[in-house]
């Protein structure tokens, strides 16, 4: 039975949901009418139990899979949960979200489920352990090597979520956990715990979580530090005051446990010079400070709290962004048609807003669009008074004379409020939102190229994102407010100094980097992936290296390959004739082929010299296999090097070794990457670089095929 029905908000540890009885507890309210929505009970909850059920039954259970085959179950669960988000809207109105608001926070949850498990099986290997970086020789005759490694965490990430994203919160954060490898405990916040509550169980009742790779504490887990240790992480979303309060436990500070924080954020727009009235950037600015202030009624934590602009606009800057929320918002219960903007979470958040914009005006803020009176609100066809139980608040702007007030650049109001401020030069409007003492992300809106890049590298280290916005953007941008799953989410200082997402850096972040020394070898079985002076077994010229009975490697499907798989080829000698035919056929005249006195002056060239790409040419007709088999296509090259010139009269050979093996979970193929170097007749390195193949996971597509 669903949230949608119940009426305490129950938890999900160690594979069994659990309903707390008995007296008390915290009433959640339906944030438009103020109607009973359901119960987060008080009751202590079994933490310990929580972590040690993940710590070893999830551990194990996620292990048995692969990055790629996690990353997998990730898909399929975006569209399991896509199918029922209908579902999900109808509780997620309760909460004061507009259905754009929800499919901000349930689709873009998804989509962000989606993303992830596309990154991750292509960008990450299809094993459980992901080398980084290069190798480092640490002996002369490369026999002892080292590098770097991650592998998952020991323990689990417990994440405390915010009450504005109740959906996508828990999402981005869960899954680059669940490709690590890391088991997750989510805490949402109590508001909006209900939804939260329902996209848990729905993914639960897929089927496709290994068991223990997810739990849900619903209340009170006061004690979750008290239990956790240097093998876990915290991964907190919500108030500075809270994030430094849980930083400064004991199990944190002296226990190792990893802690990531975002937390609050007076978020800056800066309106460049040239973004005058009627310029696109200008229009542009005041749709984003717009969306920024009614998207959510404002409560995002990247929502923009200061307008920067030209001291000479800031009375148009308000005059527009007061009429377009005149013409665009309509405040009320979402569920009714028409309504752009909906109440906030609760009774108490509109208290404490309400507050926060007394004390901005206490402190010399004045209100120059909006009131704090109850808005009127549509809640039918005709305009009737706010429901008195509902949390509405009109959208408001404040204006400040002095624009270096602490409060401006200290104070957030968690809601439909945006305060604008006037700048001298731009080096004043760095400064102005340098004062924010770190945010999340910053918009710069500017036409001028030089400004842009004043403004952006001015304020970057403040700052965990910025939004170049101008006429180019302006209809193609993600917005202000959107963190994408493909770039970083976090910020500096108040921010909280952490970070999330930022693609495949978030699935790391769960992951321990270890230094490994050995041989190449140990560190060829360890990695998955063939270093220089490891085994091989090649097939070709006997003279340099071939065994006898080796066949060549591109006759082998996935099945039968393994990394070490080699082809030697013998020399191919170089004539000047072919190097100019090559020159005058593609019109590479470049004089290093051409010219022989040009040539000879040159400090890298002993004269005419073969072309870099004759030399890759040469060297795939040197030790491809002609004849239709597992390979089934070249898809291109990496890290290519050029070393030692080849001149007329010089020979090259190639040696082609199978560097590392990735199997498709969902296709017949996979990718091989070969380490292909070049030597001339002197045995000097030529040149080095990656053949990127696809290869069949078994021989089959040309099995009938008349050879």
């Known amino acids: ?35 009973l929505v359901a119960t987060v009970s008080a009751e202590r909850l079994d933490v310990a139990a929580a972590l040690e059920y993940g710590r070893t039954v999830g551990h194990r259970e996620l292990a048995k899979l692969s990055l790629h085959e996690r990353a997998l179950k990730l898909k399929e669960l975006a569209m399991y949960l896509n199918d029922r988000r209908k579902e999900l809207y109808e509780i997620s109105f309760r909460t004061g979200a507009t259905k754009i608001d929800s499919m901000v926070d349930i689709d873009g949850g998804i989509g962000v489920l989606f993303t992830f498990s596309s990154k991750g099986r292509r960008e990450l290997p299809n094993s459980n352990v992901i080398l980084d970086g290069p190798t480092e020789p640490l002996s002369k005759d490369g026999s002892f090597i080292g590098t770097h490694i991650y592998t998952a965490m020991a323990g689990v990430t417990v994440q405390i979520n915010a009450f504005n994203f109740p959906v996508w919160g828990m999402l981005e954060k ?3 956990a669940f490709v690590a490898g890391v088991p997750t405990i989510v805490k949402p916040a109590t508001p909006t715990g209900y939804l939260s509550e329902a996209v848990v169980r729905m993914m639960l009742e897929s089927g496709l979580l290994p068991e223990g ?16 240790d240097y093998r876990d992480m915290v991964a907190f979303t919500g108030s500075a005051a809270t994030a430094n309060r849980l930083k400064a436990h004991k199990n944190v500070l002296d226990g190792g446990v990893k802690f990531t924080a975002e937390t609050d954020s007076l978020n800056a727009a800066i309106l460049g010079p040239d973004a005058t009235e009627g310029t696109p950037e200008f229009e542009a600015f005041v749709k984003a400070v717009v969306s920024e202030m009614t998207s959510k009624a404002g409560q995002k934590c990247t929502a923009i709290r200061r307008s920067i602009v030209p001291e000479a606009l800031v009375d148009a800057v308000i005059k527009a962004v007061g009429e377009r929320i005149d013409a665009r918002t309509v405040i009320g219960d979402p569920r009714v048609d028409g309504v752009t903007m909906g109440a906030l979470a609760s009774l108490d958040q509109l208290r404490d807003v309400r507050q926060a914009v007394q004390d901005l005006v206490d402190a010399g803020g004045e209100l120059a669009y909006g009131t704090l009176d109850a808005p009127r609100v549509r809640i039918s066809e005709q305009e009737t008074a706010v429901v008195e139980n509902g949390a509405f608040m009109s ?55 030089d400004a842009m890049t004043r403004l952006t590298v001015g304020i970057a280290a403040h700052h965990g994102r910025v939004h170049i916005l101008n006429r180019e953007t302006a209809r193609s941008t993600t917005g202000h407010g959107s963190p994408v799953p493909h770039l970083v989410h976090g910020g500096p200082g108040r921010a909280g100094g952490g970070e999330e997402l930022g693609g495949i850096r978030s699935v790391k972040h769960h992951m321990q980097r270890t230094a490994v020394q050995g041989s190449p070898n ?20 006997e003279k340099y290296g071939a065994q006898p009975g080796n066949v060549h490697p591109f006759r082998k499907s996935l099945a039968e390959l393994r990394i070490g798989d080699a082809f030697a080829s013998d020399l191919r000698k170089v004539s000047l004739e072919e190097i100019t035919a090559f020159a005058q056929e593609t019109g590479d005249t470049f004089y290093a082929h051409t010219d022989q006195a040009a040539a000879e002056a040159n400090p890298f060239f002993p004269g005419i010299v073969a072309h870099g790409y004759l030399l890759v040419s040469w060297a795939a007709g040197l030790f491809v296999e002609p004849a239709p088999g597992p390979v089934l296509a070249n898809y291109g090259l990496e ?69």
């Open 522 to 541: 140990m560190l060829s079985a360890l990695t998955g992936i063939w270093h220089t002076g490891s085994a091989q077994r090649i097939a070709g010229s």
């Open 1 to 35: 039975m669903s949230t949608a029905q119940t009426t305490v908000v129950p938890s999900f540890i160690a594979g069994q949901w659990l309903s707390p009885e008995g007296e008390g507890g915290t009433s959640v309210l339906d944030a438009n009418t103020g109607e």
């Open 395 to 449: 959208p408001l702007v404040l204006r400040w004379q002095d624009a270096g007030n602490s409060a401006l650049h200290s104070r957030e109001a968690f809601g439909p409020v945006s305060s604008v401020v006037g700048y001298r030069d731009l080096e004043h409007a760095v400064e102005l939102a340098a004062k924010g003492a770190g945010s999340l992300v910053a918009t710069v809106c500017t036409n001028d190229p």
């Open 213 to 228: 790779s997810l739990q849900l504490l619903s209340g009170s887990a006061r004690d979750v530090l008290d239990h956790m």
């Open 174 to 176: 869960f899954a680059p």
């Open 639 to 707: 890290s290519l090097r050029f070393i030692t010139p080849v001149g007329a009269g010089d020979s090259i050979r190639v040696t082609l070794t199978a560097k590392k093996i990735t199997p498709r979970v969902t296709d017949e193929y996979g990718e091989v990457a070969w380490d292909a170097v070049l030597h001339n007749q002197d045995d000097e390195i030529v040149a080095t670089y990656d053949v990127l193949t696809l290869v069949e996971k078994t021989d089959s597509t040309y099995a009938n095929w008349d050879r």
